[in-house]
């Protein structure tokens, strides 16, 4: 049985998805983009997107009881993989012991033209 998840604390979906998708012992979070909830901007560099974007994980994690220590496994989507190290050092911050399991993809281009985008699996 699925549940979906949704909170007020993150971006609404802006597409025909759910933020979360939560099943058994996993919650499935959709790619958050770096969108401010209060402001309803991106962060402006690629250190400001990673955090809001992992922010924007964290919210919909408390939504169900959990914290970024329940992630096993992020994917995170960068326009530019020269600014992987300005990423990585924001991420380190949020994942700094125990990490879960990560791929980095390039990709050509990401919605409202954000730089960084990122997805997580979290086990209860």
Known sequence: MKKIISTD?????IGPYSQAIETENFVFISGQLPV?????????????????ALENIKS????????LNNVVKTTVFMTDLKKF????KVYAQ?????????????????????SVEIEAIAVK
């Not at 401010?36 to 955090?51: A, H, I, M």
């Not at 190290?85 to 990585?88: P, R, S």
């Open 9 to 13: 604390k993150a971006p609404k979906a």
């Open 36 to 52: 401010s909830v209060k402001e309803g901007c991106l962060g402006r560099t690629v250190s400001e997107q990673t955090q809001m």
């Open 60 to 67: 919909i994690l408390n939504e169900v009881g959990l914290t």
């Open 85 to 88: 190290d300005e990423m990585n």
């Open 94 to 114: 949020y994942f700094s012991t125990n990490p879960p399991a990560r791929a980095t993809i390039e990709v050509r281009a990401l919605p409202k033209g954000a």
